[in-house]
């Protein structure tokens, strides 16, 4: 079966009724017989009809045991953590999503975990930081926004070897490119506002457990800390689903014509994209991605300049400035300035989060439209003083 076919029939027809779409059961409680007997539901923040049905298909689309459907991504983030304890510590892939970086270092280090950033795009890297002590090793391929990729599949080995579960956040990929499970991992995070909802209309997160062992622990952090999707923005989220194999083939066909033009405009200086064949991990992205490479390209100015990048990112009529990705809509944003603020210039700069670095999130317009709103963005250049 294809992905495309599997997608669309793992979303349920509903039992009581045969509706076609699956029904919002916006309720906050379920009647009980007597005491204790129910129709499988009872309370709202512990199941809900609506987002069970979100749960299983994400489930089945990542091979794991079981999904869990969550506010946001962060929180989606915050309750693998939960299942740590003072005295644990995690390996992560050093440029990390930034909500995650601040999760990790403003709330959990002072609650006693300890958190090492490594760069994992060298597998055998991780090896130096992994300890008895290690209960994570927590990776993203690729990452936001210079598009590093990671051996999952290696990684997977050497932290099981020392006792380490495997979160994977697919954020980037999605569950059409990438499935962490197949390749080793025991978590999968998504932040489902992105690829998974797709149409930058809603907040979610999702976690997949590869086992039932696993599954249990979240759907009891889920329900002791409650911060659980609401039915509405489930539904949508499965509406959204619907078409992500359509719309993730058309945006990594789309990004890969456009990163390939980038390559040709003289004022443009370093490319980073999966896809292209100079990408220091290409090979591994190719094999663990299905051949998809997503939509995310970033790209910075033979003129290194905040000035510069700002004339770019306000000159372009269909890629909209804004944060977030993975929308229908093609987006653009200055990292140095939105996504990594916070982020001393420094450090910023050794992640290599240059000052004219631009990261797009292509959508599904027409590429020739898209590649002439960069290039007419470009020549704006010319306006810029040096
Ligand atoms: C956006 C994002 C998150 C956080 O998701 P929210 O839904 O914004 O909380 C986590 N990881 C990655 C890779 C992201 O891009």
Known sequence: ??????????????????????????TSTFV???????????????????????????????????????A????????????????????????????????????????????HFVDTSDATNIIDFITERTKLVWLESPTNPTLKISDIETIANIAHVNGALVVVDNTFASPVAQNPIALGADFVV???????????????????????????????????????????????????????????????????????????????????????IDHKNHNIAKKQQNNL?????????????????????????YFKLAESLGGAKSLLCHPAQMTHASVPREKRLRSGVQDSLIRLSVGIENVEDLKQDIEQAIAQLKFVNV
């Open 190 to 276: 998504h932040s489902g506002t992105k690829y998974i909802a797709g149409h930058s209309d809603l907040v979610a997160g999702i976690v997949v457990a590869k086992t039932k062992e696993l599954g249990e622990k979240i759907k009891f952090i889920q329900n002791a800390t409650g911060g659980i999707l609401g039915p509405w923005d489930c539904f949508l989220t499965i509406r959204g689903i619907e078409t992500l194999e359509l719309r993730y083939e058309r945006i990594s066909s789309n990004a890969l014509e456009l990163a390939q033009f980038l390559k040709s405009i003289p004022q443009i200086d370093q490319v980073y994209y999966p896809g292209l």
């Open 32 to 70: 009980q017989e007597v005491p204790g007997l129910n129709k499988g539901f009872d309370y709202a923040r512990s199941n809900n009809p609506t987002r069970m049905a979100l749960e299983d298909i994400i489930a089945q689309l990542e091979g794991g045991h079981s999904a869990y459907a969550f």
């Open 1 to 26: 079966m294809s992905k495309a076919t599997q997608i669309l029939h793992s979303i349920p027809v509903d039992q009581l009724t045969g509706s076609i779409s699956v029904p919002v059961y916006q």
């Open 72 to 115: 946001t991504g962060l929180a989606a983030i915050d309750a693998i953590v939960k299942l740590l304890k003072a005295g644990d510590e995690i390996v992560a892939v050093d440029d990390i999503y930034g909500g995650a970086y601040r999760l990790f270092t403003q709330v959990y280090e002072k609650l006693g975990i300890k958190i």
């Open 293 to 317: 490479f997503g939509g995310i390209i970033s790209f910075t100015l033979k003129v290194d300049t905040v000035e510069a990048a700002v004339k770019v990112v306000t000159s372009t009529h």
